[in-house]
């Protein structure tokens, strides 16, 4: 598992902003799939901090402000796996909680491992880390190659970390259990359908959180 992290995982500095989805199907509807809404982690930022270079979760304080246990544990879950990623120098969390990629990966198809193919439009780019989740830039050939892998996960039930790792190599939060643990049997047909309805031939942009709420919108 370390090692396909490492392969996969990039990550650069942080946003707090959610692109709204666009396309025949309502976007609450999308977010409702899963327990947490990105309004409920957000909820959680005054309560982070970084300590000695690694995140912290003043989980104490989020119990007695009334903060949800399943949220706080989640979040803390997550912030467990960046942590292990600052450790193996992957990468670097500054004091105003952004997060900086020490290692450069090649796993796209516009990043030099694949070749760009002609027929390839937009940007695909490694995968941008916050301390709620990411944001990624798929083209538009990787678009259809998620889709693809979405759709195989989805008609096999595999709704496992080990059965979503074709998925998790475009998406790669779904590897990590408290993501996995919020997915739902229909998330991943609402899932491949916004990436669909979404890539008009130029890719898209997605933002997840550690919960497996995702935004999509096309890119321009």
């Known amino acids: 598992m370390v090692l396909f992290l490492l392969t996969v995982l990039t990550f650069f500095s942080m946003t707090t902003a959610f692109a709204k989805s666009t396309g025949p199907i309502d976007d609450n509807k999308v977010n409702q799939t899963t327990e947490y809404t990105v309004e409920d982690i957000l909820s959680l930022e005054p309560y982070v901090e970084v300590e000695n270079g690694l995140f912290k979760l003043n989980a104490k304080k989020a119990n007695i ?14 912030f467990d796996f960046l942590n292990k990623q600052v450790k193996l120098n992957v990468i670097k969390v500054a004091e ?28 695909s780019r490694d995968p941008v880390y916050h301390w709620w989740g990411y944001k990624s830039y798929l083209n538009s050939c990787d678009t259809k190659k998620a889709i693809s892998s979405i759709n195989t996960a989805g008609a096999s039930g595999a709704i496992s970390t080990g059965g979503l790792a074709g998925a998790a190599f475009f998406f790669p939060v779904l590897a990590i259990p408290a993501s996995v643990a919020a997915i739902s049997s229909g998330w991943f047909w609402l899932f491949a359908t916004r990436l669909d309805a979404n890539n008009n031939g130029k890719g898209v942009i997605v933002e997840m959180t550690w919960a497996a709420v995702f935004d999509v919108t096309p890119q321009s």
């Open 65 to 78: 402000d009334g903060i949800d246990t399943g949220l706080i544990k989640g979040q803390l879950e997550f």
């Open 96 to 123: 105003d909680l952004t997060i900086e990629n020490l290692v450069e990966t090649k796993t796209l198809s516009n990043n030099g491992s694949v070749g760009i193919m002609a027929t390839c439009y937009g940007n």
